[in-house]
């Protein structure tokens, strides 16, 4: 889908960057599959099944649940090739520079340092998500920001993981953007989330239908939103309408915030979820001015105070925040933030907005 209507910013161009580094699935003690029903010992880990009745039957659309953005971009292999999403220039430069263009290149893809799992256990619960096929491997299917991720089967399969042993935590997976894809591919990745989730996938139906209590009693824990034609063909595919993401494509925070609001008050009041993208968007000149060292530091960092207080004055709600996405999620309590204000839903709850 173009850049700017579907979840997270346009792909990382280099001329208009954003980029992260590889770490294959992780063979860490925490990332070890539990048993259903085990403790994780993160207190976010289950924070859906936690929620008061009141808000577990309110419509998911009106609760206020963090996620993130470029999500899969943990891990970008440097040494993979430069990815259909960039421009013929940045490929040739690619071609004469190698290895140390894409080590700058990574610096500015990586927008994540936790894995899937990681993200999950911190409450992230929408993950965005864009996919490629990789030269030389047309059959096999891989997250892509500028290089290549790891394989989309092993992000499932971590993803999934994890559903197992939370049962009442509830994912969206937005599928938004596609590359050097044919019709045979995107059957390819429609099976393989069906093979994987199975059971957990929930049906496309009325958005304000959907509860927490309505996934519970279903045992539904996956909603897929599929930017792409095929999704009407499937019944456990949802259209990428139904997910609109505005993208500000700013670096300025403070016009960041001002085009939150404005495309907050235009949200539309049913039938869609809303994802708010707290999230600031480099330019050639930003890049070059810190090419060394990397979105992380030279763009996000110092711009989290203002964009986090925005989301702090925020409130759930039929004309409030519905998912909220950040770059490097684990930087601050961003997790934390956003769901503590499902609170303000509560018999009582009142916040004063002064952005």
């Not at 008050?265 to 999230?279: K, L, N």
């Not at 105070?305 to 950040?326: D, E, F, L, R």
Request: with cysteine; aromatic share 10%.
């Amino acid at each position: 889908m173009a850049a700017g209507a579907g979840a997270g910013a346009g792909p990382v161009v280099w001329g208009e960057l954003q980029i992260r580094g590889p770490q294959p699935p992780r063979d860490r003690e925490r990332d070890r599959e539990r048993e259903p029903g085990v403790s994780s010992g993160c207190p976010n880990a289950d924070w859906m099944g936690s929620l008061p009745h009141s808000l577990s039957t309110l419509p998911l659309a009106n609760l206020a649940v963090p996620g993130s953005h470029d999500s899969f971009s943990f891990w970008i292999d440097e040494k993979s090739p430069v990815g259909p999403d960039q421009p013929v220039v940045v490929r040739h430069l690619a071609g004469i520079f190698r290895s140390l263009w894409k080590r700058m290149m990574k610096k500015w893809s990586v927008t994540q340092s936790l894995t899937f799992g990681e993200q999950l256990e911190a409450g992230i619960r929408y993950f965005d998500l864009r996919v490629s096929t990789k030269p030389g491997e047309e059959d096999e299917l891989y997250f892509i920001h500028g290089l290549f991720g790891s394989k989309v089967s092993d992000g499932l399969m971590e993803i999934n993981n994890f559903l197992t042993a939370h049962s009442k935590e509830v994912i969206f997976l937005d599928f938004n953007h596609y590359y050097a894809m044919q019709d045979s591919n995107h059957a390819y990745l429609i099976r393989m989330l069906k093979e994987t989730f199975g059971s957990k996938l929930c049906r496309a139906k009325l958005v304000e239908e959907i509860t927490l209590q309505y996934l519970w009693e279903h045992k539904y824990q996956v909603l897929v939103f599929y930017h792409h034609p095929m999704a009407h063909d499937f019944p456990f595919l949802w259209s990428g309408h139904k997910m609109p993401a505005p993208w500000a494509n700013t670096t300025d925070a403070q016009k960041l915030v001002q085009f939150l609001e404005t495309t907050l008050s235009e949200r539309a009041m049913r039938g869609t979820f809303h994802v708010s993208q707290a999230i600031l968007t480099p330019q050639a000149k930003t890049v070059i001015r810190g090419l060394i060292v990397g979105l992380r530091d030279s763009l996000v960092a110092r711009n989290l105070p203002i964009i986090m207080n925005w989301v702090k004055c925020q409130k759930p709600g039929v004309n409030g925040v519905n998912i909220i996405t950040s770059d490097f999620v684990e930087l601050v309590d961003f997790a934390t933030t956003v769901i503590e204000l499902n609170n303000l839903l509560l018999q009582g709850g009142t916040k004063h907005k002064h952005v």
